[in-house]
């Protein structure tokens, strides 16, 4: 049963969001903006309202599967291991989900759910640092960049648990290679900023 939970996880983490309720809104995200599926895109092309609810969802459908696992299984010994295991499941799902032939959005939104159920002082910590970077610089790509990499720290000196250190590690270490075009355009200080508009070509969203 509990391989069948991460595999269910992994489905549900597939689950594009921010594609459905852009086309709801008749915007094709893929199509427009960035391109990306997360938050940041659908925020920018259809409103703050359907950008909110994105990131609601996207961060949601981390959390409900490791509340699934907690429940179903049965040994608490494993417990721990499986719920992780079915968080990070959900969050490969959103970076590469099956749905979209395995192209998806950045995860920051599905990392934040699934922290805030495994740790979470340390995920509103970090989500401090995210506002904190992006109020100053306005850059939402560096507040990620910057809260992947306080994650797994954070989450070892407040959890002690090594399971959820080493996922989140993991986490972290995919954030940023999911944003590599991002770093290349923050050195190149091409990125878009939610300040002021970029002096290269325009900049891709986070999530």
């Known amino acids: 049963m509990e391989y069948l939970l991460v595999v269910g996880s992994y489905l549900v983490g597939s689950i594009p969001f921010g594609l459905v309720l852009g086309k709801a809104a008749g915007v094709d995200v893929r199509a427009a903006g960035s391109g990306n599926i997360g938050a940041t895109n659908v925020t920018r092309l259809v409103g703050k309202k359907l950008g909110v609810l994105t990131l609601v969802c996207d961060a949601l459908k981390g959390v409900l599967p490791m509340l699934a696992a907690a429940w179903l299984v049965e040994d608490g010994s494993r417990r721990e291991l499986w719920v992780a295991l079915c968080g990070g499941a959900a969050f490969l799902g959103h970076l590469y989900p099956l749905y979209l032939k395995f192209r998806g959005g950045k995860g920051v939104a599905t990392a934040l759910g699934i922290f805030l159920y495994l740790s979470p002082v340390a995920a509103l910590i970090d989500a401090l640092f995210f506002v904190g970077v992006v109020y100053n610089w306005g850059f939402v790509s560096l507040g990620s960049l910057t809260a992947a990499l306080m994650l797994p720290g954070l989450v070892w000196l407040l959890s002690g648990s090594v399971i959820n250190s080493v ?35 325009d900049g891709h969203d986070q999530r």
């Open 167 to 201: 996922l989140a590690f993991g986490v972290g270490a995919l954030i940023w290679v999911k944003h590599r075009d991002n770093i290349v355009r923050l050195m190149k200080h091409e990125e878009k900023s939610w300040k002021k508009e970029p002096t290269g070509r």
